[in-house]
C-alpha cells in the first residue's frame, strides 16, 4: 500500500496562494489515481480534486472550479494542488489521497473509492 504525506498547508489572508504537496512512498505512484479532500471542523470530508494515473484527465468540485489546480510528478512521486484566490471558506484539513487504478484513466472523485490517506495538512484563511 502507498504511504502520504501532505505538506504546504499554513496561514494565508483571503485572496493569497498556498501550494500543498503530497509525497508517495512504497509504490510507483503512476498506477494510482490521486485525489484532494478537505474537512472543515463541524463538517464531512468533502472531495475537491482529482487526477487520474497518467495526468490527462482532471476533476474538481465546483467550489474551487477556476481557482484550484491538481497535477502530479509520477517521476518524484508527487501530487500537487495549486490553491488560489483563496477564501475564508477554504479553511480546512486537505488530505491527500489514492488509489490503485493500473492503467485504466479513471478519475475518482469519491472517500469510498479511495484506500490510502495521508494524515492531513491544515489550511487557515482569514478574512
Known amino acids: 500500500q502507498v504511504q502520504l504525506v501532505e505538506s504546504g498547508g499554513g496561514l494565508v489572508q483571503a485572496g493569497g496562494s498556498l501550494r500543498l504537496s503530497c509525497a508517495a512512498s512504497g509504490r510507483t505512484l503512476s498506477r494510482y489515481a490521486m485525489g484532494w479532500f478537505r474537512q472543515a471542523p463541524g463538517k464531512e470530508r468533502e472531495f475537491v480534486a482529482a487526477?487520474?494515473?497518467?495526468?490527462?484527465?482532471?476533476s474538481y468540485v465546483d467550489s474551487v472550479k477556476g481557482r484550484f489546480i491538481i497535477s502530479r510528478d509520477n517521476a518524484k512521486n508527487m501530487v500537487y494542488l495549486q490553491m488560489n484566490s483563496l477564501k475564508p471558506e477554504d479553511t480546512a484539513v486537505y488530505y491527500c489521497?489514492?488509489?490503485?487504478?493500473?492503467?485504466?484513466?479513471?478519475?475518482?472523485?469519491?472517500?469510498?473509492?479511495?484506500?490510502?490517506w495521508g494524515q492531513g495538512t491544515q489550511v487557515t484563511v482569514s478574512s
Open positions: 489521497a489514492a488509489r490503485s487504478s493500473g492503467l485504466v484513466g479513471l478519475v475518482f472523485t469519491t472517500r469510498q473509492q479511495y484506500n490510502s
Open positions: 487526477i487520474n494515473s497518467s495526468g490527462g484527465s482532471t
